[in-house]
């Protein structure tokens, strides 16, 4: 079984910065992608941005060069840091990775979500 877990999230003013972490554990042979959402009241779920194995990384137009993406494969976490926070950046954000377990089978999990919240 594998768990993601993010934390890191909070109450911030607008201009502020917050650094996401997801972290995963249980039967790892390989994390291929992770990803990035977010979900605001009453909206979708939304891709964030997200990073490969090799590094390679997109983002979402609207956190385009503020938000940055990351990860450390020895510890098997990604991370997510917010610059320059919006108010409209308010929502859950949830960490997505797809995951070759140890039995060699592919799985994509999510995470709890970790709230953000950006005040005016």
């Known amino acids: 079984q594998v768990q993601l877990v993010e934390s890191g999230g909070g109450l911030v003013q607008a201009g502020g910065s917050l650094r996401l972490s997801c972290a995963a554990s249980?039967?790892?042979?390989?994390?291929?992608?992770i990803s990035w959402y977010r979900q605001a009241p009453g909206k979708q779920r939304e891709l964030v941005c997200r990073?490969?194995?090799?590094?390679?990384?997109n983002y979402a137009d609207s956190v385009e060069g503020r938000f940055t993406i990351s990860r450390d494969n020895a510890k098997n976490t990604a991370y997510l840091q917010m610059n320059s926070l919006k108010p409209e950046d308010t929502a859950v954000y949830f960490c997505?990775?797809?995951?070759?377990?140890?039995?060699?089978?592919?799985?994509?999990?999510w995470g709890q979500g970790t709230q953000v919240t950006v005040s005016s």
């Open positions: 997505n990775a797809d995951i070759t377990n140890e039995n060699g089978l592919d799985f994509r999990y």
């Open positions: 990073i490969t194995n090799s590094g390679r990384t």
């Open positions: 249980g039967s790892i042979f390989s994390i291929r992608v």
